[in-house]
C-alpha cells in the first residue's frame, strides 16, 4: 500500500462541511467517491481540518493509502475533470509510510476576511460587520495571542473535550484588497476558535485598553466572556505544515 498526499482547495458555500454525513453533500464525500472512481477502489480520506458548513480551504491536506499502481502525480490531473467545478485537487505526490493528514501536522495557517464595505462579489468569502471596522484597536486586541495560551474561552459550548492549550505562533491583521484578514497559525485550534476570535476583537476594539480586555477573556477560560462566533464565509483554511518529508 502507498500513501498519497493531496492539496485540497474549495469555495464551501454549496458543502455541509468536510465531513461526510448520510444524505448530505460534503467535501468528504463528493472527494472520496471521485477518487475511489478513478482508482478503482475504496478509499477513506483523512483530512488535516475538518473546516464547517460555509468555510472554506486553499489548502487542505489529505491523505489515503491505495493499492493502486497509478503514479501519484498523475491523481491531480485526472480528478479535475470529475470533480465539481467548486472542489480542485491542486498537487498529488506519494508520501512516507504513516503519514496522516491531521496526525502527522505540526501547524495550520487560517485566514478571515472581514471587508470595509458591502461587496457583491467578494461577499461569498468575507464578511461584511455591521459595525465600522477599527483598525487599531483590533490590531491590539490580538496581539497578546501570540505564545502558549489556554484557548478554553474560545472553544464552543458541547465541544469534545480536547487540550485547550494551543501554541499560536501569528495573530496578526493585515490589509486585503477588500478589507482586513487576520492570519492565524497554531499548532491545533479548537472548534470555532478563529471564528470565535474574530467575534471577540471585534467586540473589544473600541475599549479603552483592547489587549488587557483580551487578557481578561483568556485568563477566564469562559466562553461566555468571550465574543460571539463570526460567520463561517470569512473562514478559509489557507495552509498546513509537516516535519521536513522523509523519503516516501
Known amino acids: 500500500m502507498r500513501a498519497i498526499r493531496l492539496v485540497v482547495a474549495y469555495d464551501g458555500t454549496a458543502f455541509h462541511g468536510w465531513q461526510r454525513q448520510p444524505g448530505l453533500r460534503t467535501v468528504q464525500g463528493v472527494l472520496e467517491e471521485c ?23 486553499r489548502g487542505q491536506v489529505v491523505s489515503f493509502e491505495t493499492g493502486s499502481r497509478l503514479p501519484a502525480s498523475a491523481i ?9 467545478a467548486e472542489l480542485r485537487v491542486r498537487s498529488s505526490q506519494e508520501t512516507w509510510s504513516g503519514f496522516d493528514a491531521r496526525r502527522s501536522a505540526v501547524a495550520r495557517r487560517y485566514a478571515y476576511r472581514l471587508l470595509d464595505a458591502p461587496d457583491v462579489l467578494m461577499e461569498r468569502f468575507a464578511w461584511h460587520p455591521p459595525e465600522r471596522l477599527d483598525v ?9 495571542l501570540e505564545g502558549e495560551q489556554d484557548c478554553a474561552a474560545f472553544q464552543s459550548t458541547g465541544s469534545t473535550p480536547t487540550r485547550t492549550i494551543c501554541r499560536i505562533h501569528r495573530a496578526a491583521w ?29 467586540d473589544l476594539m473600541h475599549a479603552s485598553d483592547p489587549a488587557g480586555a483580551m487578557v481578561g477573556v483568556l485568563a477566564s477560560r469562559d466562553r ?11 473562514l478559509c483554511l489557507e495552509e498546513v505544515f509537516y516535519p ?4 516516501a
Open 35 to 57: 477518487v475511489s472512481e478513478l482508482l478503482g477502489e475504496a478509499v477513506r480520506l483523512t483530512a488535516a481540518g475538518r473546516t464547517d458548513a460555509g468555510c472554506h480551504a
Open 76 to 84: 491531480a490531473p485526472a480528478l479535475r475533470p470529475r470533480l465539481p
Open 136 to 144: 487599531d484597536g483590533l490590531v491590539r486586541a490580538v496581539r497578546p
Open 174 to 202: 493585515r490589509r486585503w484588497e477588500g478589507g482586513l484578514l487576520l492570519d492565524l497559525v497554531a499548532d491545533h485550534f479548537l472548534y470555532h476558535m478563529v471564528r470565535t476570535v474574530v467575534g471577540t476583537a471585534l
Open 224 to 234: 461566555g466572556g468571550a465574543g460571539p462566533t463570526a460567520p463561517p464565509h470569512g
Open 244 to 247: 521536513e518529508d522523509r523519503a
